[in-house]
């Protein structure tokens, strides 16, 4: 069940919306402020996911718009990262919305840390581990776009980083060329998880249009910050805000209300 959300709540998911969306588009795991705020204030874990998306997807729409007019896109992968990214979500979020959702928040958390460990790694360590000797890299990105755009569909959190991970250890592309890349597979996975929540009425539109306005206006800020900041300051911000969250949750399902 969903608990009522009064409007001093809705003011600071509003502001977590703001400061998600600035994150997402410079390093990404916007999600991992956002998810985790829903669930705060009492969200059931299904429908904590589809609003996370209806206002997500907002965000996505104006970053990837910010990476493409700057040219920091590779417009000959676009077209692949979308189409496999968008079919990938599409089941994702079929799945989540065919689970019950009793079982969901103990492997929100668990998947919430999971996601956090690939926001800490530093881009620096992906760079060093570039891979360019791969024989057939647009069919290894083909695997990868396809799987993360499955998870995003299915969870969320940590897309973007995974993302920008996959574009630097198979292209050996610099972070922020990375970033720009990785909205494309984002925005798809975005649209398609929206669209398929849209259709069975997971979201709770009162509170993800609010967000959205604040996810759209944090991701342009971001956008236009990311060629001239880097991640590291974002990303320490970003696991502090999930470690104090992570552990709420946790208090929570421990000892529920009753």
């Not at 676009?78 to 959702?101: E, I, K, N, Q, V």
Request: aromatic share 6%; net charge positive; hydrophobic share 60%.
């Amino acid at each position: 069940m969903t608990a009522p959300v009064g409007e001093g709540v809705l003011a600071l998911l509003a502001l977590a919306a703001f400061f998600a969306g600035l994150v997402d588009a410079i390093a990404g795991g916007g999600g991992l402020v956002t998810v985790p705020a829903l669930l705060a204030a009492g969200l059931d874990p299904r429908i904590a996911l589809a609003t996370n998306k209806g206002q997500a997807v907002f965000g996505a729409v104006s970053s990837s718009v910010q990476f493409w007019r700057k040219g920091a896109v590779d417009r000959r992968r676009a077209p692949l990262a979308f189409g496999l990214g968008l079919a990938g979500s599409f089941g994702g979020a079929l799945l989540l919305m065919a689970l019950r959702p009793e079982p969901l928040r103990p492997l929100v958390i668990v998947l919430l840390v999971l996601a956090a460990v690939i926001v800490m790694v530093p881009k620096a360590v992906f760079l060093k581990l570039g891979v360019r000797d791969l024989s057939r890299p647009m069919l290894v990105f083909a695997v990868v776009a396809f799987a993360v755009g499955a998870y995003d569909g299915f969870f969320g959190p940590g897309t973007g980083s995974m993302l920008i991970a996959a574009h630097v250890l198979i292209f050996d592309d610099p972070p922020m060329r990375a970033s720009g890349n990785a909205k494309i597979g984002n925005l798809a996975s975005n649209v398609a998880a929206f669209a398929i929540f849209a259709w069975q009425g997971a979201i709770v539109w009162k509170i993800a249009l609010v967000m959205a306005a604040a996810n759209a206006l944090g991701a342009a800020v971001g956008a236009r910050l990311a060629l001239r900041v880097g991640d590291r300051l974002v990303r320490v911000a970003v696991i502090v805000v999930v470690s104090a969250l992570v552990i709420k949750l946790g208090i929570d399902l421990l000892h529920p209300a009753k």
